[in-house]
């Protein structure tokens, strides 16, 4: 094993304070290798899915290390021992994982699990502490105390300060698991561009301390702009930026009209819970005729799509898609059927005058659709949350360009990044330096930023 862990190894109930682009992947994927048995603990679907890369990528046997959300592992043990867990409900949501929860530090604190625990792992490493609520503190307090545990975190990415039973990294995480060591070099920005790196790194010191920010200065594209809807950001120079571009906003309805502005040259992302993808879902449920069906149906395209848009030039077969698309239209009409809908779909979606500015809310309604018309659902509700469900655990599809808001793209990287008037982060109620942070160092290549103000400066953020 590279001799530059060794510091790691040794360490328990400790934490190691990670920056954004810091190399924690990388780290977490060799610390795992050096064990016969470690698990390693996240938050979400998609950051087991970026560790499991780093691993197969490095070429560690799949059978040294275990990954998983620390929601699945809590519920296959409090699963695993419901009298002992008290009976957790199946399928919780929201509020009813605090009882999962409960259920597995019921399981923790008897010494037969205990034994199990120790006998199927030799460490444990959490990461993305600063995301952890309290009944995951706790069981990640429980695991330390069973089996040797190291936690990854950063707390100027701790951005759901909204949560009300989300914990606090100087009050609760540091007594518990005292600062060992904090990540120095930017890795993310290496080959890319050193000197950005560098940039958000002086940038991450600034926010702490609450000092001001001159967008003026330093290796990124400034341009004053007016507000968010200065288009100029997004198209200038699309056409040479080559890998992935993500544009930044706080504001979830400001995304999806940014989107639709861009007619589809970029793509919002769907928050993981779908609500707009389950509201169609009931009122697709709900209807009792199929005029109620294709208002629900043209409702969901108008905020997903633009349709008959002007065109320029002449599109080939014109009047054969529209005749495609009007039968497919008056099928849905007579049978009022999930496989008319989605049949419509596919005709909207494929028409040369529609621009799609959030295709996935489509994939996954036409998904559902599918599923209801193959019998394999009951109802539209449902198949809407199955949809959901595969998606959190399979990731998402590569998008060249998105538009999105920093609680949704934390964990991710691009090659370019764009933040639209960048004095709207002051605007939020909660984190609002950590939330500009997460935003800026989501960059790898470049980082373009508009504002109606050079000088940009933040709230000293809570930690």
Known sequence: MSSDLDWLFNLSCRSIVAPAGYGKTEILAKAAAYFPRSLILTHTHAGVHAISDRVKRLGIPKERVAIDTIASWASRYAYAFPILANHPPKNPRGVEWNQVYQGALNVLSNPIAQRIVQSSYDRIYIDEYQDCESFQHTIANTLARIVPTLIFGDPMQGIFEFVESKISWSAEVVPSFPVAYELTEPHRWSTCNPALGVWIADVRQRLLAGSPIDLRQGPINYRAAANAFDMSLFFEGIDERNGSTAAIHCRRGICDNLARTSRGAYQAIEEMAGARLIQFGQQWDASVNAWQRIA????????????????????????????????????????????????????????????????????????????????????????????????????????????????????????????????????????????????????????????????????????
């Not at 497919?328 to 419509?344: I, N």
């Not at 982060?425 to 790898?444: G, H, P, Q, T």
């Open 296 to 463: 629900a149906l043209n409702a969901l395209l108008d905020d997903a799509m633009a349709r008959d848009i002007d065109q320029p030039a002449a599109v080939d077969n014109l009047y054969d898609l529209n005749v495609r698309r009007q039968a497919a239209w008056d099928k849905f009409e007579l049978t009022g059927s999930a496989e008319s809908a989605a049949d419509v779909l596919s005709h909207e979606k494929a028409h040369p005058l529609s621009r799609t500015h959030r295709g996935e809310l489509l994939s996954d309604a036409r998904r559902a659709l599918v599923e209801v018309s193959f019998g394999r659902s009951d109802c539209l509700t449902v198949a809407c949350q199955q949809a959901r469900q595969r998606l959190s655990h399979t990731g998402r599809g590569p998008t060249k360009r998105v538009v999105s808001t920093p609680l949704l793209l934390k964990g991710l990287e691009f090659d370019h990044v764009l933040i639209p008037d960048a004095t709207h982060f002051s605007n939020e109620r909660f984190a609002c330096a950590k939330l500009f942070y997460v935003a800026i160092s989501r960059a790898r290549y470049t980082l373009s930023i508009s504002s109606s103000s050079p000088i940009l400066q933040f709230p000293k953020p809570i930690l």
